[in-house]
């Protein structure tokens, strides 16, 4: 075992003990007025009581799953008694501890989340620069507790496993782990999914279109039900998502590594995921840090400094500084651990090589930024064709946004074909003397590894982008607290601001998402395929070959499984929603005061029974989406065998992630082109046609025309797509992957 | 040369005498009052008017591209000189005579549809049994024309082509003809499929909704374009997509019998697809002519007999009828041509086994038939929930539908990979004493063998099916002349129910058009795997590897494509129906007297202008889609070489397998469930819940009522889908087969 095992370990503690002083940061801030109090209030109780009682569920979901992997693992694999025990019970412990650890960096994260709203609010009356500082750090903790822990966790049970094992056996014996991980996360995500829209499909189309008041209007009923969901949706679902990516792509790229460390006796060739990630938490802590009040020049209106683009530009600049460092980072790692000079080939050493593979990556990240901008941007042309449909109603604005949809999937899957032909090419470079003996030679394992270190570039970074996220549902209820806390506009201009700058983040993040989990796709699937080796020992399994009829056939059933779970995801949000519209309705009916005229004779709503509705119903309703999700692959594999799953597993992530980039984009774009015309960009000429959001000789079509209550009609459809459906889709292909991983025993033991 | 040859031949010219007859019959019919004659009238030459204007554009298409085609094989592929330039004539030889002979039967097939359509309302003022007799027959000449032209092309290029050369030779030399056929068909669908589109959407949003009007309504200024659409969209669309479909699945069936003949010098192998197609067309004819008046019961309302039950029950009797006969030819024909007893194995014949794998072909049409209807019609529960959904407005009443629209690819799906697996399970039973010279024995050749029998098999019925298809524009249309001519309601309660069967059997033929596609997909890739052999000896061609890179980036990319050829589609929609909805709103507003309110004050909107910008919107908005469909596949080839592109084709063939079946199926869910708001189904209680269709308690909300603009929105979201991109991705995932098989010389030489 080499001395690097430490520095995970070691820069884990550390990240921890970050994310304790940040969240003691934000802690220590005043929690702001009475009045902000109190909905803040309403807003963690509803919060925690959602996710104590969903966790409660994954825990039994979970210790069940656990207990039947480790059954079917111990009774139906391969080998003798004492082999197949030993993989049943640490399989099942790394599960659990899997499960363990993406549980309690989402309770951590979000409990700092709620705490950090008001905080924000507070701040946000005294100056921009601390209100951006606050929300961005409570975000942080959240991101830090995920990156720390899942790196934590990987790098301990591997310490703890390689006892008495040689450590080439130890990375498939943790895949337990990443599946623990992709179990958790993809019912966190499925419900936390299901109940913010549930809630805000609920909260619009009877409170905006119906009783027709503003956003986070107090008298709505399902107002706090909507702020808890964006929480529990963004900050607890998002955070299990990539706390999964982050474990699976670290155990995936150490099984990679198991063969080039056989070739060279090399550790570092397993241990380098797990420092490089080291190194990128350190990245996104000066990052993060860079980001406060003295570098932040405070809004001015008149002066044309507008708080959201300051806001954005320091978020932007704290990112860079994050992604050069991780450059940096990937090159020293790669020159440390990968054999520097040793194994130069074409006139440049390999560290170079596998350096150059990682900047690809990180590359790719800074790619998916701009090309998630555009699609869902109000400047570009995607957004404003959107808007520009809703003059002729809502059918328009659902065949463009539609349009719009399917169009965004050109360009991200062309960056990411680049970066993924890129970063093989440069890995290939890399001559590795491997053995006839332990490498088959069908297959390139340098350039395979390159896809892997461009991978682990992309996820360097994910702490920091983490931080964003979270920071988009601590603004978006900052802003909630400042418009029923009843505050000044000059505040509220400062949360608004920091609220849209938090859209902006959210579809980031979800960017992001989607491309690691992309570039990850092609390392998960070849670590299968090499755990296939070292069960088979025969070369044939490298061949996933779609001329052979079976892999066809799963093919094609892998691909439909990506959007019957999306029907039964959006399906699930439409029943909640449903619940939720009957109930804010009868409220209304039932008690009139609620919206009486005069301030003084008003009633609050029952807030509690919304948030109550939201919760039953998405904890009912992401039972059946996980059951397909996790069953579907155990079936095919088991009829099939391994190889046919190989072919499913492949296609249906392709298959993911198309689908989520057309959900995630399209109903981004729907969302931004309802605030273009909210904004008062949508202008009409004398013949009603859409001219320049800056020509002043039109007429502004703004809030309550007929063309926005078009975009509201495109936003509410886009609500499950870009926030249940397209979502859990990332979760659901990473969950293929290392449940494929982890049951390639038991398929092999089927088919011989 | 066998004397099988022959049987084809005889039978498609007999086949296109029959629809010779039948056009005589339909044409000797009289033509109705002179009110139905004027419309129809305009109906007829708006249609032609854009069938010359299309069928000029594709010509020169065409050609072009028969040029270029020829030149590249020329100038890049392998091999001497004269062998690359006989390669190149032919081939540029066959794809004109391809084209050529899918315009012509779809400009003949048009032209008695149109000239159906006041015969069939005319008809239906004596009786239903005439009327149907008209409309179906009318529609069989379309049907007829297109599988005999498809099927004699073939056979005589075929006959012409072998002399000279050994007959394994030929079905190579003529992919051409199946590649000319995608590229007329791909133009026919997207132009129609987008006028018809453009005049739909730009009708209904401003006539029903803004307007008030009824469908159909002869102040519509868009009414005849309507009517035009339904023609030159399911009609001539459809029909070139099904010409090529049977074209390309008998080149690809004839390639694939190539290396059985080698084996065997049994020229049955390569005749057989020819052979049973010829039998499907005798077995359509008698389905066809069962259909007659005197079958017929004459509806009578008061004694429960529905017109429309009655209809669609005498067209499924034809239906199976002509399933009866086709399991009895493709027995026959196994047993004819197959070797009969000669390669018995498993203690069943040779022939048995291939008849059991055609029948699997059969009896997935007719899984089809019924899956589709579940997912479509108004007495199953995923219309009924979108009717439901419409009580909370059009967002969820989009919301519900995206999710029908992807669930309801679950089942076609599990019918489609059963169908595969069974049927290549049939055909490998045979032994067929293969050598190891012609045949690498990497592949199972009867396996694929059966997946084509079972194709061959279910496009047997394709004659019967087209004709139900054009059924639908012909009494669409009969039923707009109805409406617009003023009939007695006897006379409409005849043509409307016609025409909700129409819809019935235009989604049916949607369903049987992608599972044929889907069916044949595998076939058509392992051809081209067969071809990609005949020039490379190398056994490694037949494993199209996902774990090798660029085999899974062109994947990817072939995924991406039909998201993004979908979107260029949809949005070629959008902007033909603004047009069209402005230059409606324009005629409104500029000549009230349209809409006077005595009938006799009234004048006639200008019908032809409308006609002109739907023509010209489509004909200048195919070109982008189509481009995009040719050249993708060309570049992914070209630069990732022959294993890459057979990855991107078949990747890209599943996803537009599942993409079409979202769009053709959420479509007419939409569609229906508008239908059935109109038809009085939709019932609430006192609190506004859905109640049963039948439960008379409820209040009926119909026409006019907040859910119906709701559904109405659904519908017009759906148009775009299922009648422009859907069936366009049909045509897209063939022309990416014909493609690839006809440039596979070119990639090969590119990448030796």
Known sequence: MSNYIWVPIVVGVLAIAFAGYLASFVLRKDTGTPAMQKVANAIFKGAMAFLNRQYRTISILSIVAAIVVAAVLYLLSNGDSPTKFDLAWRTAVAFLIGAFCSGVSGYIGMYVAVKSNSRTASAATRSLGEALMVSLRGGAVSGF?????????????????SIGNSIDKVPSLIVGFGFGASFVALFA???????????????????????????????????????????????AGRGADLFESTAAENIGAMILGVALYLATKNPGWILFPLVVRAFG????????????????????KAAGRDPGEIAMKQLNIGYYITCV?????????????????????????????????????????IAFVFITQYYTAGTWR?????????????????????????????????AIAAALGLSFFFGSQVSIPISVATNPGVINVGGIFGTAVATMGMLMSCAYILAMDTFGPITDNAGGITEMSGEAETVRDITDALDGVGN?????????????????????????????????????????????????????????LIFFFSSLAIRAVGDAAKRMIEEVRRQFRENPKIMAERVEDRVDPDYARCVDISTRGALHAMILPGIVAVFTPVI???????????????????????????????????????????????????????????????TVLGKKSEAHMASVVGDTVGDPFKDTAGPSLHVLIKLLSTITLVLAPLFIALHP
């Open 281 to 300: 938490l350190i990245a996104s802590a000066i990052g993060l840090l860079y980001v406060r009040p003295s570098v932040v020049i405070e809004p001015d």
């Open 189 to 235: 995500q499925l419900g936390g999914g299901i109940y913010t829209k549930a809630a805000d499909v609920g909260a619009d189309l009877v409170g905006k279109l119906e009783a027709g008041i503003p956003e986070d209007d107090p008298r709505n009923p399902a107002v706090i039900a909507d702020l808890v969901g964006d929480n529990v949706g963004d900050c």
């Open 504 to 560: 902006t983040t959210k579809a980031l993040t979800k960017g992001y998402g989607i491309g690691s989990a992309a570039l990850a796709a092609f390392l998960l699937f070849s670590a299968y395929l090499d755990v296939l080796y070292s069960y088979k020992k025969n070369p044939t399994v490298y061949s996933v070959d779609l001329a052979n009829i079976l892999v066809f056939i799963a093919a094609l059933i892998g691909l439909t």
């Open 382 to 414: 995607p957004v404003r064709e959107i808007a520009g449909a809703t003059l002729t109603g809502p059918a328009t604005t659902i065949i463009t946004g539609m349009s719009v949809a399917f169009e965004c999937t050109a360009l991200p899957i062309l």
């Open 636 to 698: 095919v594999g088991s009829v099939l065998g391994p190889q046919a799953v190989a072919g499913f597993l492949m296609v249906g992530t392709m298959g993911g992630i198309v689908l989520a980039l057309v959900l995630n984009n399209g109903g981004g774009a729907w969302d931004n082109a309802k605030k273009y015309i909210e904004a008062g960009y949508l202008r009409v000429n004398a013949q009603g046609e859409m001219i320049g959001r800056n020509d002043t000789t039109g």
């Open 145 to 161: 507790l995920v990156v720390a822990l899942s790196l934590l966790g990987v790098s301990i049970i591997f310490l703890l496993y």
């Open 325 to 365: 460092l991780s450059v940096i980072g990937i090159f020293v790692g790669s020159y440390l651990m990968l054999g520097g000079q040793n194994l130069s080939a074409h006139n440049l050493p390999a560290w170079a090589w596998f350096g150059l593979a990682g900047t690809v990556g990180i590359l790719l990240s």
